[in-house]
T-cell receptor
Framework: GNSVTQMEGPVTLSEEAFLTINCTYT??????LFWYVQYPGEGLQLLLK?????DKGSNKGFEATYRKETTSFHLEKGSVQVSDSAVYFC??????????FGAGTTVTVRA | EPEVTQTPSHQVTQMGQEVILRCVPI?????FYWYRQILGQKVEFLVS????????KSEIFDDQFSVERPDGSNFTLKIRSTKLEDSAMYFC??????????????FGPGTRLTVT
């Protein structure tokens, strides 16, 4: 079946530090890959997506590249801000029309 | 900007009681979903709903669970006889079903269900 494994947290960083959250997947077919973010007290929001191999999704300074050869979709941001403190979820969407999520990684950015 | 809303934000119930979690999806959306996240675990798919019927459900979604769209705006998840292990955050989501696949799913803020 489909599954997503992402880096366990929590992750604590200082402002302007580099952030990487690893995500790997197992899927049948050709899944689309997503990163969702959940800010405190809010719902899950789509951060970025990639629908085919070698696509790069980007938004708000975050980037992730769909790597079919390593079945990965690692999230990166070059310089984080306090406002990036949130829980980040990697997810895939495949032929079964539902999202399969990773466990989520809590990121805290200190001023 | 349109958003998915859920009520209540937190529900406490005793084991064996029935609970109904409510969601108002985005108004022109056609697909509706429930997911749940047990504390410290993954967000798990429960059920999807389209055209007034269940289109897919997971093995978690047993006979204790049901979904309904009682009117043109609400989408509910009912748990008939709650168990301790039903304690989780429940997320509702909707998608328009009219754009290209994959349909983007818009999530609500969740309802935290605590079964005592």
């Amino acid at each position: 079946g489909n599954s997503v494994t992402q880096m366990e947290g929590p992750v604590t960083l200082s402002e302007e530090a580099f952030l990487t959250i690893n995500c790997t997947y197992t899927a049948t077919g050709y899944p689309s890959l997503f990163w969702y973010v959940q800010y405190p007290g809010e719902g899950l929001q789509l951060l970025l997506k990639a629908t085919k191999a070698d696509d790069k999704g980007s938004n708000k300074g975050f980037e992730a590249t769909y790597r079919k050869e390593t079945t990965s979709f690692h999230l990166e941001k070059g310089s984080v801000q306090v406002s990036d403190s949130a829980v980040y979820f990697c997810a895939l969407f495949s032929n079964d029309y539902k999202l399969s999520f990773g466990a989520g990684t809590t990121v805290t950015v200190r001023a | 900007e349109p958003e998915v809303t859920q009520t209540p934000s937190h529900q406490v119930t005793q084991m064996g009681q029935e609970v109904i979690l409510r969601c108002v999806p985005i108004s022109n959306h056609l697909y509706f979903y429930w997911y749940r996240q047990i504390l410290g675990q993954k967000v798990e798919f429960l059920v999807s709903f389209y055209n007034n019927e269940i289109s897919e459900k997971s093995e978690i979604f047993d006979d204790q669970f049901s979904v309904e769209r009682p009117d043109g705006s609400n989408f509910t998840l009912k748990i008939r006889s709650t168990k301790l292990e039903d304690s989780a955050m429940y997320f509702c989501a909707s998608s328009d079903g009219q754009s290209l696949l994959p349909y983007e799913q818009y999530f609500g803020p969740g309802t935290r269900l605590t079964v005592t």
